[in-house]
């Protein structure tokens, strides 16, 4: 059922978002990409 995935599914994709923090500071251009599909993905989801 959808209203058991979904919650997952955010989480998951939160998680995703998430784990860039540490590397924000030296992050190249090619995982700020990276974080920006990632948050693509999560706005999706949310939505």
Known sequence: Q???IVPILV???L???R???PLLESATI???HAL???FK???YTLE
């Open 41 to 43: 993905k999560l706005r």
């Open 30 to 32: 090619d995982q700020l």
């Open 36 to 38: 920006r599909i990632d």
């Open 2 to 4: 959808v209203k058991l």
């Open 19 to 21: 784990s860039y923090g």
């Open 11 to 13: 989480y998951i994709r």
């Open 15 to 17: 998680a995703a978002v």
